[in-house]
């Protein structure tokens, strides 16, 4: 089983992952004691996902108008 | 074509006219600016009239399938650009413009060169919806081209904040207006473009707010337009007011009316987010619950079989079959009997870990064996023991002198010492005896006898 808290996952992966588990729950090829074990996992997936949206603060980072290493040829004077 | 004595029939010639004209490069898909007058909206829907200035005029027809999507009213006196080709109508022996399209001019040249500029890069097929990328389903990071002073990045922020707070927003600050404005916007997207790694952008935002089709002219540049379409990350273009339309809206991989809309469109909103994962634990939830309970149903079923419906009880009549043999078994010393119990012992034992049924067949058809075993083992000691009673009981009765008197003879003692009489000589006249016969004794008393001879006498004690 994948453990979700892991810090490399995004909300995007969980949920991908959480819709892949459903959909495998559903499917009737799956035996029990699998089942049980994807269950648990959805269960930390959803906690993960609702713990992610209830602690988001929104990021806002600005670039720097010019890169130093631009190629872009420099305007001259209009810097508003 | 011509006629034989050199002479055109009126439609030789309007034929010939017709071709030259159309065939006039510089008269297909022209430009041409002039005042309406004659105006006539056709009940056919087509429009009739007549576009003139201070020195010319020309008649033209809009067919209705090409004036439905006007965005104005035109009427006598109006100042118009049209787009059109130039065309003969050979009844009436007119020539006259079909227009295309048509604009109020008073925009003038900015305008025709937009149109111009949109076709160009059109007919380039870049705009074609094949081009167009879907926009990600959760970005993390949403890049914004645009003033960093501005209502635009104030309006995306909020709402991301409000719907999807697990984004990042990257401002890569441009100039929205002025000459120089299409080369910032075009260097922002590219430093986006640029980023790499855990920077990477997701989506991009390109807008600024409303204005004059002069003040959102940079969006109508070729440049913005190429670095948009040829952008490696989807871009929503948000240029202006919901009426505004530019060449980056047709080159954007989607068009937002405004910057708020852009918001929504890249991010999902996480109320319905929310929503969703409820709906996904239920659907688990249950999706598990109907799992139970068909494993459930199938161990019930299989519980449900007689000799497994109450397998305590069925061992329990087992194990009381062994202790009654063991029983028995252990009066006729049969260890084996022992050893059998132990085994059924340990099989009980791991027959409660085990859940299945075949386990539990298995035990039971060697406890099976074994009873069979010990029963054959005790029917085989139990009918030698017979055999060895029945022959002692044989040599016992043989001995048996109850069996002799049964015969005829009878054992005579002297009644006041319960001495067996075996001589003569041992009584005299007048003695009481008993005499034991086979069911019973009586009282005498000796009346007189006299001995046998002598050797004889010896001889007949010797031989018994």
């Known amino acids: 089983m994948t453990e979700p808290n892991k810090p490399d996952w995004t909300f995007e992966t969980a949920m991908k992952r959480l819709e892949e588990i459903i959909r495998r729950l559903e499917s009737a090829e799956l035996p029990l004691h699998e089942a049980i074990e994807q269950y648990k996992e959805s269960l930390h997936l959803v906690r993960f996902c609702r713990e992610m949206l209830d602690k988001a603060e929104l990021e806002i980072e600005q670039l720097l108008q010019e890169p130093p290493q631009a190629a872009v040829s420099a305007q001259p004077g209009e810097e508003a | ?464």
Request: aromatic letters at 6%; charged letters at 25%; one cysteine or more.
């Open chain 2, 1 to 464: 074509m011509k006629g034989e004595d050199g002479v055109w029939s009126v439609s030789q010639l309007t034929a010939l006219i017709k071709a030259r004209l159309e065939s006039d490069e510089r008269l297909v898909n022209c430009w041409v600016v002039g005042e309406i007058s004659n105006f006539k909206h056709h009940t056919s829907g087509h429009m009739y009239f007549t576009l003139k200035d201070d020195q010319a005029r020309i008649r033209a027809v809009m067919f209705a399938g090409r004036n439905r999507n006007l965005t104005f009213r035109p009427e006598d006196g109006m100042r118009v650009i049209c787009r059109g080709s130039v065309g003969v109508f050979e009844r009436d022996g007119q020539y006259q413009l079909y227009v295309e399209e048509m604009q109020p001019d008073g925009i003038g040249a900015l305008y025709v060169a937009f149109l111009q500029l949109r076709d160009r890069l059109a007919a380039e097929g870049l705009f074609d919806p094949a081009r167009k990328r879907p926009l990600p389903r959760y970005p993390r990071r949403i890049g914004v081209v645009t003033s960093p002073t501005g209502a635009v990045i104030r309006d995306i922020c909020a709402t991301l904040q409000r719907r999807y707070p697990l984004a990042s927003v990257v401002l890569a600050p441009a100039l929205v207006q002025g000459p120089e404005a299409a080369a910032s916007i075009e260097a922002a997207l590219q430093r986006l473009a640029g980023l790499q790694g855990d920077e990477r952008v997701d989506v991009i935002i390109v807008g600024r707010g409303g204005g004059s089709l002069e003040e959102l002219w940079p969006f109508n540049e070729e440049r913005v337009a190429r670095a948009v379409a040829g952008c490696p990350v989807p871009v929503v273009s948000a240029v202006g007011h919901e009426t505004d339309v530019t060449i980056c809206d047709f080159a954007a991989d989607k068009r937002a009316p405004t910057p708020t809309a852009a918001a929504e469109m890249v991010a999902p909103d996480q109320a319905d987010l929310r929503v969703a994962l409820l709906q996904m634990e239920a659907r688990a939830r249950q999706a598990l619950r109907w799992k139970l309970d068909v494993a459930h149903e199938r161990l019930q079923r299989a519980v449900g079989s007689p000799a497994w419906a109450q397998p305590k009880r069925w061992l329990d009549l087992r194990r009381q079959v062994v202790d009654h043999l063991e029983g028995q078994a252990r009066r006729f010393g049969v260890r084996r009997v022992h050893i059998a119990r132990e085994q059924v012992n340990r099989l009980q034992e791991r027959l409660h870990r085990l859940d299945v049924r075949m386990p539990v067949r298995r035990a039971s058809s060697i406890l099976e064996q074994r009873h069979l075993r010990a029963r054959t083992l005790m029917f085989q000691r139990l009918t030698q023991a017979k055999t060895q009673w029945e022959r002692v009981a044989a040599a016992l009765e043989a001995l048996n002198p109850l069996a002799v008197l049964r015969r005829g003879y009878s054992v005579v003692y002297r009644a006041d010492t319960d001495q067996v009489l075996t001589s003569v000589r041992q009584v005299q006249p007048g003695d009481p005896v008993r005499i034991q016969f086979a069911d019973g004794s009586v009282l005498a008393k000796v009346a007189g006898g006299k001995e046998d001879g002598y050797d004889r006498t010896e001889q007949a004690r010797l031989d018994l």
